[in-house]
């Protein structure tokens, strides 16, 4: 800033000058410091490549969290960083009167959502979405965001309340390690990708204290089981047993060092997640204890053993499938692990059971090579998903608290990201079309519903352009023919499936929808879906089979007949509840498929989104190979173009900052309303068609009696305020030595009207009163106020008006009213207690205040 002094700069004119020199070519050549832009709505123009840029220079200093407005982007660092995420960081934004002008992080997300509940803003429940393609860090941030609500989020007062709050923290951090290790495997793109959805509710008492939490799972990827993609790996869990078990453990499971199974491909990368110790502690914690443990492994074993059952074509199709040679010892050591007769396993795989007729005669037919395999996997698929079902009954039973102990909850959903494979399936046409819902939710609560409440609110907008994926979502769900629709009739038909013939009544019947496309040069049957993250190649071969997901029923009968205390558990043998298949069955209705259960568990996941507040993370990878301090403008490029992050810093740019509904707003802070007269119109906006006149004169009524309490308070702190004010004034008037109470004076008690005596007696005794009321500028005028000053202050027998001491030197300033005093005049020139009383009604040059000011005046004496 130019300072001028006299109309001469300063000195420091010359360097004001060449700062603001600097500061101009800086802004006007565009070569500001991009990683210090905390917020990417400060990037000036707002587009893709300025944000791109932005987010590379702060990625090369180190740091990843960058603001987008409502959303925060998180760059997955492919490194350890401790320090980002240490308890004493956590602590400093839970502390902080605004977190928010601290640096982004995911823990002010956390913090917000936090003093959401605890300020009761509408809706109270929150939710955390955070979003991203496979291999952007979805899982780890989900994971720190639980460890931060597990600090602040338990802070109980007694020390058996603590141990308490401690034992269900470390429940909910425990769970995370186990759901990794039986839901997580390594991919193309991730080491550690999530083959599941999962929606966490951390529950919330009316303390904000964390009480428990439930876990909600989607659409386990349970055909990794028995399938895994070229460079890709099966479940951790797999991995852990195989190489953390001792030595006594291998003999027990059948688990020698060296082993090839074929359901374990790429056994030696060895990866952080394959930590056996850590995943068989937490599972501890969550009170599965050693022997159940043991018991788990020991069936997982089993299902690596039955990977290795192969069959061979029959040369007769009335013989079943015989063994390949070698892998009969197999077949023998997958029984004794499952506690199943092993010729019974064998068959059971190798013959099919037919029900035909009226009668339901029992017809037993040899499967083919193919089939025997299929109902191979399937079996593997079935054991392996009821376990995973058991394991979060189990997580949720010891984490999950009582519905009357909780008032409120914060969701995390940790969804799978954006596919797109050399080779996609069923699985890949999930998952995307999940994450086409999350978008969708996105765009509906923020992009779209804002606009359109500034439209209706008559605020002056200028509407910004963003992509909308309903064209997308219409052809995946669209009524009354969809892609979805088509895979499900295909289902109910009452024929072989064909690939080709699949692919031919997508085309013709949703040909002309602009989201479609096709891949003329490729030679398998197939279909393009143009998703918002980009276009996928979806191949149609198998496509039915797995959404149709069968399971014959004597692959059940089968394993209710173990004795595997596990799987007696898993599969009992007169189960309470009938399974969809046989009901099904019964009634003759047609199965529910993988995507309609799938599609049903997403809207009522949808429905829980839209009752809460939501808060978004965008989770962006740098690069497709995992590899630290690397940033591949391309691949970045492709992933803000899909979640469309350049409109929705747009909109938070040009948007109001705070968002509260009128009705929220004045629920709020009705305390501050000002009261208005209770008209008719008035009483009916109060209780608008919800009760009869009775119930307005009801609130009438506690109105008044809300009224006639706040004046009883009133007047005690009137009277309170009265007594302190008598005791700070004689206090404050002087400390000089009192005198003996003189007479009233002669000349003056004679030259008084009758009735006036007793006055003067009055006034005498409640002289500091008086004294008030004489010199304040609504009090008494002429006679009354000479009368009283004279009496107050106890002047001598005689004429009053000689009485009065004139300074000498006549200039502006203070003079004294008190008249040839006895003893020295003592002033306090300290501030006073009272509220307001060294508030003077014009401008003094003098420091005298407090209570004093009362005995002066300026430039003009008292005149008694």
């Known amino acids: 800033m130019l300072q001028q002094v006299n109309g001469h700069s300063s000195g420091t004119d010359a360097q004001g000058r060449a700062s603001l020199k600097g500061d101009l070519q800086q802004f006007l050549g565009g070569e500001a410091p991009l990683h210090q832009l905390d917020d990417l709505t400060k990037v000036n123009p707002v587009t893709l490549e300025t944000v791109l840029r932005c987010l590379q220079a702060r990625y090369t200093e180190d740091i990843f969290y960058t603001n987008a407005g409502c959303t925060l982007v998180a760059l997955n660092p492919f490194k350890p960083i401790p320090q980002l995420y240490a308890p004493e960081l956590m602590q400093e934004y839970h502390a902080a009167p605004q977190p928010q002008k601290l640096k982004p992080h995911i823990f002010t997300v956390g913090e917000q959502t936090y003093r959401n509940v605890k300020s009761l803003i509408e809706p109270i429940n929150q939710s955390i979405v955070v979003s991203g393609e496979s291999g952007a860090g979805k899982t ?359 690939a080709v013939q699949l692919q031919t009544r997508i085309e013709s019947a949703l040909g002309g929808k602009p989201c479609l496309g096709h891949n003329k040069l490729s030679r398998e049957p197939s279909f393009v879906v143009v998703h918002f993250a980009g276009p996928v190649r979806y191949h149609t071969e198998g496509l039915v089979e797995k959404n149709k997901d069968p399971v014959p029923p004597e692959l059940t009968g089968l394993l209710q007949q173990s004795q595997d205390p596990l799987l007696m558990m898993l599969f009992p043998a007169n189960p309470e509840e009938k399974t969809q298949e046989e009901l099904s069955a019964q009634s003759r209705a047609p199965a529910l498929t993988v995507v309609s259960k799938f599609k049903a568990s997403l809207e009522q996941l949808l429905q829980v989104l839209h009752s809460t507040t939501p808060h978004y993370i965008r989770c962006i990878k740098p690069n497709s190979q995992s590899k630290p301090q690397t940033f591949l403008q391309k691949e970045v490029l492709s992933q803000l173009e899909a979640c469309g992050l350049v409109e929705t810093i747009h909109i938070s740019a040009a948007g109001f900052p705070i968002r509260v509904s009128h009705q929220n707003f004045v629920e709020r802070y009705k305390l501050l309303r000002r009261l208005r007269p209770r008209t008719s119109s008035g009483l009916q906006g109060l209780c608008p068609a919800r009760g009869p006149s009775a119930v307005r004169s009801w609130l009438t009524r506690k109105h008044i009696r809300r009224l006639h309490k706040a004046a009883t308070v009133i007047k005690h702190a009137w009277h309170k305020w009265r007594i302190r004010m008598a005791c700070l004034a004689s206090k404050e008037l002087d400390a000089m030595e009192e005198k003996p109470m003189p007479q009233a004076p002669s000349s003056l008690s004679s030259s008084l009207p009758p009735g006036h005596t007793k006055l003067l007696g009055a006034i005498i005794h409640l002289w500091p009163l008086g004294l008030v009321l004489a010199n304040s500028a609504g009090g008494m005028r002429g006679f009354q106020r000479k009368l009283v000053a004279h009496a107050c202050l106890r002047l001598p027998t005689g004429s009053p008006r000689n009485n009065i001491q004139t300074p000498q030197q006549d200039q502006a300033g203070i003079t004294s009213i008190r008249a040839l005093p006895q003893g020295s005049i003592k002033f306090h020139c300290r501030k006073s207690p009272l509220r307001y009383a060294d508030i003077c009604p014009e401008p003094s040059a003098s420091n005298v205040t407090g209570f004093n000011q009362i005995l002066l005046e300026r430039n003009r004496p008292v005149q008694v």
């Open 140 to 498: 780890w941030t989900s994971r720190c965001l639980m460890k931060f609500y597990a600090v602040v989020a338990s802070s109980p007062a007694s020390c058996e309340n603590y141990k308490m709050a401690e034992r269900i923290e470390q429940r909910i951090l425990n769970s995370n390690p186990v759901m990794e290790a039986f839901g997580n495997a390594c991919t193309l793109r991730n080491n550690n990708s999530s083959r599941f959805g999962k929606f966490i509710q951390l529950q919330l008492n009316r303390a904000q204290q964390m009480t428990g939490a439930a876990v909600q799972t989607y659409l386990l990827e349970k055909t990794r089981v028995a399938c895994q993609a070229s460079s890709e790996r099966n479940f951790h869990i797999f991995y852990q047993i195989c190489k953390g078990a001792t030595k006594d453990e291998r003999l027990q499971w059948y688990l020698p060092e060296g082993a090839a199974f074929s359901w374990l491909p790429n056994p030696e990368n060895n990866l952080e997640e394959d930590c056996f110790e850590l995943t068989r502690e937490a599972m501890l914690h969550l009170g599965i204890d050693t022997p159940t443990q043991n018991n788990i492994f020991k069936v997982l074993a089993g299902l690596l053993h039955l990977g290795n059952v192969h069959f061979a074509d029959s040369e007769d199709e009335a013989q079943p499938c015989q063994l390949v040679d070698g892998t009969k010892v197999s077949v023998r050591t997958s029984a004794l692990l499952l506690q199943l007769a092993e010729d019974m396993l064998l068959e059971t795989i190798q013959i099919r059971t037919i029900k035909a007729g009226k009668q339901q005669q029992v017809f037993r037919k040899p499967c083919s090579r193919a089939e025997c395999d299929t109902r191979r996997d399937c079996l593997a698929k079935l054991i392996y998903a009821r376990l995973f079902d058991w394991l979060v009954s189990v997580i949720n039973s010891s984490i999950c608290a009582d519905s009357s102990s909780w008032t409120a909850f914060i969701g995390l959903l940790d969804v799978y990201g954006f596919e797109s494979f050399p080779d996609n399936s069923l699985e890949q046409l999930c998952i995307n079309y999940a994450n086409e819902k999350l978008q969708q939710h996105f765009v509906a609560h923020y992009l779209k519903a804002q606009q359109e409440e500034y439209a209706v609110e008559g605020l002056e907008w200028s509407f910004v352009n963003y992509q909308d994926n309903q064209t997308c979502l219409d052809l995946l769900e669209g009524s009354p023919i969809s892609i979805c629709s088509l895979i499900n009739e295909e289902c109910r038909l009452n024929r072989p499936s064909s």
